[in-house]
C-alpha cells in the first residue's frame, strides 16, 4: 500500500491530495518522521477477510456473515472520532436481496443521542481500533435485538469533497498537536477503582447498603437482579492531581475511611479482575489535559495492561473481552477520559503504586513508547486467553523502554517493586481480602503509602 505524506495547503494547491486517482482516500498516510497513519501491515491484514474477522471475534466485536439485518449505517471513523454517518433509509426486508440497493441519510451522532446511534457510533470506532487502524469507514448492521454487528471495514474509502476536508482537517490538526513530551503538570489522573465485599458465607454483600451512590467511597451503577437499587460493587474515588504519589494517598485515605465504616461488619474485600463469579471488577484510571488518540490507547494497552496481566490470577481471564477488552475508554465529563481496560489493582499496594506511576508515565511520553507487541494477531488471542508465556520477552522490553525515560527516576521508588513484582512470576490471589496487604483494619492499623 502506498504511504502519502500529508503537506501543506500549498503544496495541495500545486496537485497533492490525501485521496488517489479513484477519489480514495490513501489507505495509508504519513503524516511527519514520527506519526503513520494505518500502517500498511495493519491494512495489509485488514485486506484478508479471514484475518479480518479473527481479529474482530477476538476482541468480542460481533462480526456477521449473512446478509439480512434491520438496518445498516456507514460510519466513517478517525480514531476515536465519528466524522461522517449515514443511515439506511429502507426497513430491514430488502436487505435479504443483495441485489437491491438503498438510499442513506446523515446523521449526527453528537445530537442524536438514541442508544442506537451511540451503541452503533462505538463499535465503529471500537472496530477500527481493534484492527490496528487509525482511519476507515465501518459498515455496520443493526440485527435481531438491537445488536451491533460489523460487516465491513474500508480503509480506504470512497470521500467528496466536503468529507476530503474534514478528513484533511483530522489529519493536519492530530499532526500539529501531538508534542514529543508533555509537562508533568498539565495532566491530571484520578481513577476509581472497584472492589467487592464478601461474607464470611460467601455471599455478596450489598456496596449499597452501607455506601452512597456518590461520594468519596460510593457503590458502582451496575445493579443486581431486578432491583437497580442492589448495588454490589464499591467504587473508591480519590479526587485527580498531577502527582500519582498523592493520588496513593488520597486512595489509601478513601479505603481507610470505608473500613471504619465497615469495622463492625465481617466480610472480606475481594479486588482483582473477577474476584465474585459474575462480577467483573475494574481499574479505571482517568486523564483530564489530554484527548484520548489511539497512539495513547495502544501505548496504555502495551506499557501498562500488558504488563499487569503477568501478575494476574489466572480466573481473571473470565473478565475478557467483554470487560478488559484493549482501548476500552470512555469520555467523561470533566472534559479527560477514563481508560477502562485494567482490572483491579487495589490487590496490593505495590500493584497501585506502580499502575498509577506508570500510567502518568505513559500519557506524558507516549510518543516515545513505540512497543507495539499487541499489533500481533496472534498476540491479542493470547491476551485474551491469559498466556502469559506468550509474553515474558515482550514485558521485559516494554519495562526497559519505561526505565529508559527521563522522568522515571521521578518515579522509581514506586515502578522499581512494581516491575520486579510483574517479572517476578508471583500472582495475586483474588480470594484475599486486600486489606491485609494494605495494613487496614481487621488487619492492623497504620499503613502509610511512602
Given at each position: 500500500?502506498?504511504?502519502?505524506?500529508l503537506?501543506?495547503?500549498?503544496?495541495?494547491?500545486?496537485?497533492?491530495?490525501?485521496?488517489?486517482?479513484?477519489?480514495?482516500?490513501?489507505a495509508?498516510?504519513?503524516?511527519?518522521?514520527?506519526?503513520?497513519?494505518?500502517?500498511?501491515?495493519?491494512?495489509?491484514?485488514?485486506?484478508?477477510?479471514?484475518?479480518?474477522?479473527?481479529?474482530?471475534?477476538?476482541?468480542?466485536?460481533?462480526?456477521?456473515?449473512?446478509?439480512?439485518?434491520?438496518?445498516?449505517?456507514?460510519?466513517?471513523?478517525?480514531?476515536?472520532?465519528?466524522?461522517?454517518?449515514?443511515r439506511?433509509?429502507?426497513?430491514?426486508?430488502?436487505?435479504?436481496?443483495?441485489?437491491?440497493?438503498?438510499?442513506?441519510?446523515?446523521?449526527?451522532?453528537?445530537?442524536?443521542?438514541?442508544?442506537?446511534?451511540?451503541?452503533?457510533?462505538?463499535?465503529?470506532?471500537?472496530?477500527?481500533?481493534?484492527?490496528?487502524?487509525?482511519?476507515?469507514?465501518?459498515?455496520?448492521?443493526?440485527?435481531?435485538?438491537?445488536?451491533?454487528?460489523?460487516?465491513?471495514?474500508?480503509?480506504?474509502?470512497?470521500?467528496?469533497?466536503?468529507?476530503?476536508?474534514?478528513?484533511?482537517?483530522?489529519?493536519?490538526?492530530?499532526?500539529?498537536?501531538?508534542?514529543?513530551?508533555?509537562?508533568?503538570?498539565?495532566?491530571?489522573?484520578?481513577?476509581?477503582?472497584?472492589?467487592?465485599?464478601?461474607?464470611?458465607?460467601?455471599?455478596?454483600?450489598?456496596?449499597?447498603?452501607?455506601?452512597?451512590?456518590?461520594?468519596?467511597?460510593?457503590?458502582?451503577a451496575?445493579w443486581?437482579?431486578?432491583?437497580?437499587?442492589?448495588?454490589?460493587?464499591?467504587?473508591?474515588?480519590?479526587?485527580?492531581?498531577?502527582?500519582?504519589?498523592?493520588l496513593?494517598?488520597?486512595?489509601?485515605?478513601?479505603?481507610?475511611?470505608?473500613?471504619?465504616?465497615?469495622?463492625?461488619?465481617?466480610?472480606?474485600?475481594?479486588?482483582?479482575?473477577?474476584?465474585?463469579?459474575?462480577?467483573?471488577?475494574?481499574?479505571?484510571?482517568?486523564?483530564?489535559?489530554?484527548?484520548p488518540?489511539?497512539?495513547?490507547?495502544?501505548?496504555?494497552?502495551?506499557?501498562?495492561?500488558?504488563?499487569?496481566?503477568?501478575?494476574?490470577?489466572?480466573?481473571?481471564?473470565?473478565?475478557?473481552?467483554?470487560?478488559?477488552?484493549?482501548?476500552?475508554?470512555?469520555i467523561?465529563?470533566?472534559?479527560?477520559?477514563?481508560?477502562?481496560?485494567?482490572?483491579?489493582?487495589?490487590?496490593?499496594?505495590?500493584?497501585?503504586?506502580?499502575?498509577?506511576?506508570?500510567?502518568k508515565?505513559?500519557?506524558?511520553?507516549?510518543?516515545?513508547?513505540?512497543?507495539?507487541?499487541?499489533?500481533?494477531?496472534?498476540?491479542?488471542?493470547?491476551?485474551?486467553?491469559?498466556?502469559?508465556?506468550?509474553?515474558?520477552?515482550?514485558?521485559?522490553?516494554?519495562?526497559?523502554?519505561?526505565?529508559?525515560?527521563?522522568?522515571?527516576?521521578?518515579y522509581?521508588?514506586?515502578?522499581?517493586?512494581?516491575?520486579?513484582?510483574l517479572?517476578?512470576?508471583?500472582?495475586?490471589?483474588?480470594?484475599?481480602?486486600?486489606?491485609?496487604?494494605?495494613?487496614?483494619?481487621?488487619?492492623?492499623?497504620?499503613?502509610?503509602?511512602?
Amino acid at each position: 500500500m502506498r504511504a502519502v505524506t500529508l503537506r501543506t495547503k500549498i503544496d495541495e494547491k500545486q496537485g497533492f491530495s490525501i485521496l488517489n486517482q479513484e477519489g480514495k482516500l490513501h489507505a495509508t498516510i504519513q503524516l511527519n518522521d514520527h506519526i503513520t497513519l494505518n500502517p500498511a501491515q495493519q491494512v495489509e491484514r485488514v485486506a484478508d477477510e479471514t484475518i479480518r474477522r479473527r481479529i474482530l471475534r477476538v476482541h468480542g466485536i460481533p462480526v456477521q456473515d449473512q446478509s439480512f439485518v434491520i438496518r445498516q449505517y456507514i460510519v466513517y471513523v478517525y480514531q476515536t472520532k465519528v466524522l461522517f454517518m449515514y443511515r439506511s433509509n429502507s426497513a430491514g426486508q430488502w436487505l435479504q436481496k443483495r441485489a437491491i440497493s438503498t438510499s442513506y441519510q446523515r446523521v449526527y451522532p453528537s445530537t442524536d443521542k438514541t442508544k442506537e446511534v451511540q451503541n452503533v457510533q462505538s463499535m465503529a470506532i471500537r472496530a477500527v481500533y481493534a484492527l490496528g487502524l487509525d482511519y476507515a469507514a465501518v459498515l455496520c448492521g443493526v440485527v435481531h435485538g438491537k445488536n451491533i454487528v460489523i460487516r465491513k471495514v474500508n480503509p480506504s474509502p470512497k470521500l467528496n469533497s466536503v468529507m476530503m476536508g474534514s478528513f484533511e482537517k483530522a489529519f493536519e490538526q492530530y499532526r500539529d498537536t501531538q508534542p514529543i513530551d508533555i509537562p508533568s503538570d498539565k495532566v491530571l489522573i484520578g481513577a476509581d477503582p472497584e472492589f467487592i465485599m464478601r461474607s464470611k458465607t460467601g455471599n455478596l454483600i450489598l456496596a449499597s447498603k452501607y455506601f452512597p451512590l456518590r461520594g468519596k467511597v460510593g457503590c458502582d451503577a451496575i445493579w443486581l437482579g431486578q432491583n437497580r437499587s442492589h448495588k454490589p460493587l464499591v467504587e473508591v474515588r480519590p479526587e485527580p492531581t498531577s502527582d500519582p504519589r498523592v493520588l496513593v494517598e488520597r486512595i489509601y485515605h478513601c479505603l481507610a475511611y470505608a473500613a471504619r465504616k465497615m469495622a463492625q461488619v465481617p466480610c472480606s474485600w475481594l479486588a482483582g479482575a473477577m474476584p465474585y463469579n459474575g462480577y467483573p471488577i475494574g481499574g479505571h484510571i482517568h486523564f483530564s489535559g489530554i484527548e484520548p488518540t489511539f497512539g495513547l490507547l495502544r501505548a496504555l494497552d502495551n506499557y501498562l495492561t500488558l504488563p499487569l496481566m503477568m501478575a494476574e490470577d489466572e480466573k481473571g481471564v473470565r473478565r475478557r473481552p467483554k470487560y478488559g477488552y484493549l482501548g476500552d475508554y470512555r469520555i467523561k465529563n470533566h472534559g479527560g477520559f477514563e481508560y477502562r481496560t485494567p482490572p483491579s489493582w487495589l490487590v496490593s499496594p505495590t500493584l497501585t503504586k506502580g499502575a498509577l506511576a506508570t500510567a502518568k508515565l505513559i500519557v506524558l511520553h507516549h510518543q516515545k513508547l513505540k512497543l507495539t507487541p499487541l499489533s500481533n494477531p496472534d498476540l491479542q488471542t493470547a491476551y485474551y486467553k491469559g498466556e502469559k508465556d506468550s509474553f515474558t520477552f515482550w514485558v521485559s522490553l516494554l519495562c526497559q523502554g519505561l526505565k529508559d525515560l527521563d522522568d522515571y527516576k521521578m518515579y522509581e521508588k514506586y515502578l522499581d517493586p512494581y516491575f520486579e513484582y510483574l517479572q517476578s512470576g508471583k500472582k495475586w490471589d483474588e480470594s484475599r481480602d486486600f486489606r491485609r496487604a494494605w495494613r487496614l483494619p481487621p488487619y492492623r492499623d497504620g499503613y502509610k503509602p511512602k
